[in-house]
């Protein structure tokens, strides 16, 4: 992990497509700034781990609908 020291309205910049900025410190929050192409996704921590476990849910409940149908029809 690579671990930088930000002040108030400097930069950090990702390749060459994304820069994150300090906006703002307020008591224990900052607030961040983020450039980056419409193509990348940016999300909070807590709803990226969400929208994991939805997609990884969504796709075990496929694979038994998929079991469930090959079983009907080896039946048939």
Do not use: F
């Not at 008591?27 to 476990?53: C, M, N, T, W």
């Amino acid at each position: 992990m690579l671990i930088l020291t930000r002040k108030k309205n400097e930069a950090i910049q990702i390749g060459d497509d994304i820069e994150i900025k300090v906006l703002a410190i307020e008591g224990d929050q900052i607030k961040l700034g983020i450039d980056a192409p419409r193509s990348v996704d940016i999300h909070r921590k807590e709803i990226y781990l969400d929208i994991q476990q939805q997609n990884n849910e969504a796709a075990n409940i496929s694979v038994d609908v998929l079991n469930l149908l090959q079983a009907k029809k080896d039946h048939q």
